[in-house]
């Protein structure tokens, strides 16, 4: 859409308002109202799987930072769950790609549909999520720092302290989660969405991680 650039900034001041009513909020705890989001997070290791079949599937249409990314994946599945795991976690959607998104006409406000799988997590993980699959590249590439800065920003205004360059950091390592979750999609054809968009997620996903060197950094985070 031709206003994507403009979408994109308001959908991270959003989530940083959902982000921050919830940002390590003891609601979280084993005895709380919350205890049941915190269980439920998405493991990372329950996917490989789906990655494998999508290696078989549509490995042969992917470029080499896609296979990189996959033998990273399978090889160390539960270390990379732990560093999704890892900082101060929220609740977040789990799934804002742009298809699960709406716009508040009146207030000219995104809004977000289908929580199936809302979780505690970084809340990285939805900021990057949207930019890696949603967004076309060349907006991406231009905007994506900023982006990142302006979540920082709104964090503040709630009176939540994010590092710009630790953020910067967390969207390296939650775009792999972003491209996880399109090359699964992808990997089951059209069961769960029709191909062409699970491969144009996968495609823009993998472009992503590319570009902020996303397996450099898995391969220092991983030692």
């Known amino acids: 859409d031709a206003d994507i650039e403009a979408r994109a900034h308001d959908i991270v001041e959003q989530l940083?308002?959902?982000h921050a009513g919830y940002w390590e909020s003891e609601r979280f705890a084993a005895d709380a109202d919350l205890a049941w989001v915190a269980a439920r997070s998405m493991r990372v290791g329950g996917a490989v799987p789906y990655i494998r079949r999508a290696v078989d599937a549509i490995g042969d249409q992917m470029d080499d930072v896609f296979h990189a990314l996959a033998n990273l994946y399978l090889s160390r599945a539960d270390d990379i769950m732990g560093l999704f795991g890892a900082g101060p976690g929220t609740l977040v959607h789990g799934d804002s790609h742009?298809?699960?998104l709406f716009?508040?006409?009146d207030g000219d406000r995104t809004g977000f549909l289908?929580?199936?799988v809302v979780c505690r997590a970084p809340g990285m993980r939805d900021v990057?999520?949207?930019m890696c699959n949603s967004v076309p590249r060349?907006?991406?590439e231009a905007i994506e720092r900023g982006i990142v800065e302006r979540y920082c920003e709104h964090l503040a205004v709630f009176g939540v302290a994010l590092d710009p360059h630790d953020a910067w950091?967390?969207?390296r390592l939650f775009a792999v989660q972003s491209w996880a979750a399109s090359a699964a999609t992808a990997g089951m054809g059209s069961k769960w969405q029709p191909i062409e968009y699970g491969l144009?997620?996968?495609r823009r996903a993998t472009a992503a991680c590319a570009h902020v060197d996303s397996v450099g950094l898995l391969e220092q985070l991983l030692g």
Do not use: H, K
């Open 128 to 130: 990057a999520y949207m």
């Open 200 to 202: 144009a997620g996968t």
């Open 169 to 171: 950091d967390q969207y």
């Open 16 to 18: 940083a308002a959902l």
């Open 138 to 140: 060349t907006v991406r």
């Open 98 to 100: 742009i298809g699960n």
């Open 114 to 116: 289908d929580w199936a």
């Open 103 to 105: 716009v508040d006409l």
